[in-house]
């Protein structure tokens, strides 16, 4: 490339050399001196032309100049007060140091606009049809091309005030669950449990809904929960204490004023739902801490000796003890009989 373009220079100062040439050669005879002159006002109307317009552009100029160093130092404040909004030495109140960074650079293209729009005008053929004209068409194709990605700035804007998540968050949008490793104006990306980073539209997020696992997790804690089915002939005393046994054998559950606790869900025709309900400050261990929980929910019940099942039950109840822990049972219960009918064959007389 840069071979070509020295040959296309060098030919063409070979061209202006042999212009200028002709004129003073031309010059030397009388009989040409016309064609001199000629040739020589080719080049000399055009340059004059040029000079007196870049003299009479300059009060423009310096227009646009004073114009761009304005908007220059006024960004440069702001973005003097972002950093300090973000560092914390400077405290707005109703205004979260995450928005200083997102409100920067949305001031930053309303006063590039803003200083576009007041510059036009002192462009050169700025009022002519054909400027106006390709400006029209630059707009339209611009307008036309990033539809979907105007759409996801304007969401991305409007995610950031309305704060769903913030970086480093578990959160769940649609079916994607993981951690949140970037947010920009036109997408968000999500890292998930298997180191799968996804990116998601802004506009995508906005449209659907956002499961934050970790906002309140740290104050609140985050309430994780599983169900068991369990029959009736078992204890619900016993279960619920089975249950939150295992909730304090598991890693990560907080039991302080905030302990596991269980809830009935159900009364089935067979079994009991039983929900049970834990404590966890550690958002990002979901995953991990339920796999223990389980575990340890297995290992409690068969150390009572209690079925982790869901038994069914036939209409015919003979021979068949009631389905009711043994403390509800009188002390000489015995499960009923099966009732035989033996019916004698008639005699032939």
Same mark, same amino acid.
């Given at each position: 490339?840069?071979?070509?373009?020295?040959? !296309?220079?060098?030919?063409?100062?070979?061209?202006?050399?042999?212009?200028?040439?002709?004129?003073?050669?031309?010059?030397?005879?009388?009989?040409? =001196?016309?064609?001199?002159?000629?040739?020589?006002?080719?080049?000399?109307?055009?340059?004059?032309?040029?000079?007196?317009?870049?003299?009479?552009?300059?009060?423009?100029?310096? %227009?646009?100049?004073?114009?761009? &160093?304005?908007?220059?130092?006024?960004? =440069?404040?702001?973005?003097?007060?972002?950093?300090?909004?973000?560092? $914390?030495?400077?405290?707005?109140?109703?205004?979260? &140091?995450?928005?200083?960074?997102?409100?920067?650079?949305?001031?930053?293209?309303?006063?590039?606009?803003?200083?576009?729009? !007041?510059?036009?005008?002192?462009?050169?053929?700025?009022?002519?049809?054909?400027?106006?004209?390709?400006?029209?068409?630059?707009?339209?194709?611009?307008?036309?091309?990033?539809?979907?990605?105007?759409?996801?700035?304007?969401?991305?804007?409007?995610?950031?005030?309305?704060?769903?998540?913030?970086?480093?968050?578990?959160?769940?949008? $649609?079916?994607?669950?993981?951690?949140?490793?970037?947010? #920009? !104006?036109?997408? %968000?990306?999500?890292?998930?449990?298997?180191?799968?980073?996804?990116?998601?539209?802004?506009?995508?997020?906005?449209? #659907?809904?956002?499961?934050?696992?970790?906002?309140? &997790?740290?104050?609140?804690?985050?309430?994780?929960?599983?169900?068991?089915?369990?029959?009736?002939?078992?204890?619900?005393?016993?279960?619920?204490?089975?249950?939150?046994?295992?909730?304090?054998?598991?890693?990560?559950?907080?039991?302080?004023?905030?302990?596991?606790?269980?809830?009935?869900?159900?009364?089935?025709?067979?079994?009991?739902?039983?929900?049970?309900?834990?404590?966890?400050?550690?958002?990002? =261990?979901?995953?991990?801490?339920? #796999?223990?929980?389980?575990?340890?929910?297995?290992?409690?019940?068969?150390?009572?000796?209690?079925?982790?099942?869901?038994?069914?039950?036939?209409?015919?109840?003979?021979?068949?003890?009631?389905?009711?822990?043994?403390?509800?049972?009188?002390?000489?219960?015995?499960?009923?009989?099966?009732?035989?009918?033996?019916?004698?064959?008639?005699?032939?007389?």
């Amino acid at each position: 490339m840069v071979l070509f373009l020295a040959n !296309v220079l060098r030919l063409l100062m070979i061209a202006l050399a042999l212009y200028i040439t002709l004129p003073l050669l031309f010059s030397v005879f009388p009989w040409t =001196r016309g064609i001199a002159e000629t040739l020589l006002g080719w080049i000399i109307k055009p340059l004059k032309a040029v000079l007196s317009g870049i003299l009479d552009y300059l009060p423009n100029i310096f %227009t646009i100049l004073v114009i761009v &160093a304005i908007t220059h130092y006024v960004i =440069r404040f702001i973005r003097f007060l972002t950093s300090e909004v973000e560092s $914390g030495a400077l405290v707005i109140p109703g205004f979260y &140091a995450d928005w200083a960074r997102p409100t920067f650079n949305l001031i930053k293209i309303l006063l590039y606009a803003f200083s576009f729009i !007041v510059i036009f005008p002192y462009l050169p053929g700025s009022d002519s049809k054909i400027f106006q004209g390709v400006s029209v068409f630059l707009g339209i194709l611009f307008s036309l091309g990033s539809s979907s990605a105007i759409s996801n700035a304007v969401a991305g804007f409007v995610i950031t005030y309305m704060r769903p998540f913030k970086v480093g968050d578990r959160i769940k949008i $649609g079916e994607i669950t993981g951690d949140v490793i970037e947010k #920009s !104006v036109l997408v %968000t990306r999500v890292r998930t449990i298997k180191n799968e980073e996804i990116t998601i539209p802004n506009a995508t997020i906005l449209t #659907s809904h956002t499961v934050n696992y970790t906002a309140s &997790a740290r104050e609140l804690g985050l309430i994780l929960h599983t169900s068991v089915t369990i029959g009736y002939d078992v204890p619900w005393k016993q279960v619920h204490q089975l249950l939150i046994d295992a909730a304090l054998a598991t890693k990560d559950i907080l039991n302080d004023e905030r302990k596991p606790f269980v809830l009935q869900t159900s009364l089935d025709d067979f079994y009991v739902a039983y929900q049970l309900n834990a404590y966890t400050a550690d958002s990002h =261990r979901i995953a991990a801490i339920y #796999s223990e929980l389980h575990q340890n929910i297995q290992d409690k019940f068969n150390e009572a000796g209690v079925e982790i099942l869901s038994p069914h039950y036939r209409a015919g109840r003979d021979g068949n003890p009631v389905a009711m822990p043994p403390d509800y049972l009188p002390p000489d219960y015995q499960p009923p009989a099966f009732r035989v009918n033996v019916t004698p064959p008639a005699r032939n007389e």
